[in-house]
């Protein structure tokens, strides 16, 4: 047995890391209601995309939705079930339990979906305002050889 003291494993005073900001129950609850009723997905369009959810699946999810309804077609869970039995991916969102799943968890008031559009939206804001942070965090603590403080200053500016 060895005298000697073992180092703490934790560093005190660190800031512990956060998850990103999101929301999943929104999404899911977006999702459900889109699969409800197509025409919740036209109310929400101008202020939404596929990039701004949080969990890739519902990004794909959305993004499938977006390309049937453009389309003209029914966007529902037996549509979707269907598109992502033949592209292979089905099982990587859960099969279509998962699809029923969002279902349930549909927003029942148009009101409400709108509500959840606006959340996700400004979630992913925040989760892009965080990169930039970083991204600028990261510029200050290494900056070029050739930019002094005032050049980072107006980088992290021009990227804000």
Do not use: W
């Not at 025409?39 to 101008?46: D, G, K, L, S, V």
């Not at 269907?82 to 339990?97: L, N, P, Q, W, Y």
């Amino acid at each position: 047995m060895s005298n000697q003291q073992s180092l703490p494993l934790a560093v005190p005073n660190a800031p512990t890391p956060r998850a990103a900001p999101h929301n999943l129950e929104a999404e899911q609850a977006l999702l459900g209601a889109i699969l409800f009723d197509n025409e919740t997905y036209n109310r929400i369009t101008p202020l939404l995309q596929d990039k701004h959810f949080f969990d890739p699946v519902h990004g794909r999810i959305f993004a499938a939705c977006a390309q049937m309804i453009a389309a003209g077609d029914l966007a529902d869970g037996v549509t979707l079930r269907e598109r992502f039995t033949r592209d292979g991916g089905i099982k990587e969102i859960g099969g279509a339990v998962y699809l029923l799943k969002l279902m349930e968890a549909a927003a029942p008031l148009s009101a409400q979906a709108q509500s959840y559009a606006e959340l996700i939206y400004d979630l992913a804001l925040r989760r892009e305002l965080i990169r930039v942070g970083g991204v600028i965090t990261d510029l200050a603590e290494n900056p070029p050889e050739d930019h002094d403080a005032k050049d980072i200053i107006e980088e992290a500016e021009r990227t804000l």
